[in-house]
């Protein structure tokens, strides 16, 4: 790691000390700071692909004009839930 790309949070000694506090067994910080930096990765993906799909809803919803209520998407997604745990607990 060069570095200008050396995380700051590795020189903080503060830091350090509370993610040592923290760590399970056989992990280390490096662990740790992987691992975080991974999920965020994976976060901020989830998140835009999030938001493209809104996008891509609205411009539907504009183009067609067809529209759905919250009441109407709730009351959908309430009942494949049920539907759902009605198939679990069999």
């Known amino acids: 790691m060069t570095e200008t790309a050396k995380p700051a949070v590795l020189d903080d000694e503060e830091f350090h000390a ?3 506090s923290v760590l399970r067994e056989g992990e280390t910080v490096a662990d740790l700071i992987d691992r975080s930096a991974r999920a965020e990765v994976e976060y901020r993906r989830d998140q835009a692909a999030f938001v493209a799909s809104g996008l891509a809803a609205l411009e539907e919803a504009e183009r067609t004009g067809v ?3 919250a009441e109407k998407v ?8 049920e539907k759902r745990k009605a198939e679990l607990s069999q």
């Open 18 to 20: 509370a993610a040592e």
């Open 74 to 81: 709730h009351a959908e997604l309430r009942a494949k839930l």
């Open 67 to 69: 529209w759905y209520t």
